[in-house]
């Protein structure tokens, strides 16, 4: 089952850019910091690319396919997370046009844009905890040793999420990494 352990991997990098931006909203909302709009848009691209090309795609097309197959009792679980895929794009949309006014507005879109993002965060993060919980169990006990076969091709086909299939995402990430700030990040 590698495909479990890219997934979790998967998860985590996601997981790790999301606190990053909520502690960024924290910080800016405190007065610590001013928004840095490329680190804004390093961070929207990252949890667009990421979850929206690469993650969810491989969920839907493979393991939430070969799932329903197996265990029809995983049908609302798998509808409503397939769900949260259809609305993460949208809301992935709609962050990067927030970002795209702030850049040219400035100030009074600021908030328009934390408000998405926050919500985004929270949905993404939530999401990422009910696969965990409730949709990895199920697949472990219900997949047999040729469904994982199938499953783990595709999972390893996308490396991992720090560089991505061919290295494309390595960049965007040390950038990420680079920029936030102490405790998330190495920046000042
Ligand atoms: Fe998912
Ligand atoms: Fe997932």
């Given at each position: 089952?590698?495909?479990?352990?890219?997934?979790h991997?998967?998860?985590?990098?996601?997981?790790?850019?999301l606190?990053?931006?909520?502690?960024?909203?924290?910080?800016?909302?405190?007065?610590?910091?001013?928004?840095?709009?490329?680190?804004?848009?390093?961070?929207?691209?990252?949890?667009t690319?990421?979850?929206?090309?690469?993650?969810?795609?491989?969920?839907d097309?493979v393991?939430?396919?070969?799932?329903?197959?197996?265990?029809?009792?995983?049908?609302g679980?798998?509808?409503?997370?397939q769900?949260?895929?259809?609305?993460?794009?949208?809301h992935?949309?709609?962050?990067?046009?927030?970002?795209?006014?702030?850049?040219?507005e400035?100030?009074?879109?600021?908030?328009?844009?934390?408000?998405?993002?926050r919500?985004?965060v929270?949905?993404?993060?939530?999401?990422?905890?009910l696969?965990?919980?409730?949709?990895?169990?199920?697949?472990?006990?219900?997949l047999?040793?040729?469904?994982?076969?199938?499953?783990?091709?595709?999972?390893?086909?996308?490396?991992?999420?720090?560089?991505?299939?061919?290295?494309?995402y390595?960049?965007?990430?040390s950038?990420?990494?680079?920029?936030?700030?102490a405790?998330?990040?190495?920046?000042?």
């Open positions: 089952m590698k495909a479990i352990d890219i997934i991997s998967e998860h985590r990098a996601l997981a790790a850019v606190q990053a931006l909520r502690f960024l909203l924290d910080e800016i909302g405190a007065g610590r910091l001013t928004p840095d709009p490329e680190l804004l848009g390093y961070m929207i691209e990252y949890i690319q990421v979850p929206d090309k690469l993650h969810h795609p491989k969920e097309e393991l939430f396919r070969i799932l329903r197959e197996r265990v029809p009792e995983a049908a679980l798998i509808d409503k997370l769900a949260d895929h259809v609305e993460g794009a949208r992935t949309g709609q962050l990067e046009t927030a970002l795209a006014r702030y850049r040219s400035g100030g009074p879109a600021f908030a328009a844009f934390e408000t998405l993002a919500g985004y929270d949905a993404m993060t939530r999401h990422i905890r696969e965990e919980a409730e949709l990895l169990p199920l697949a472990r006990k219900g047999s040793a040729t469904d994982w076969a199938e499953i783990d091709a595709a999972f390893e086909a996308n490396r991992d999420p720090w560089s991505g299939p061919t290295g494309e390595r960049a965007l990430y950038r990420i990494v680079n920029l936030v700030p405790p998330y990040g190495l920046g000042g």
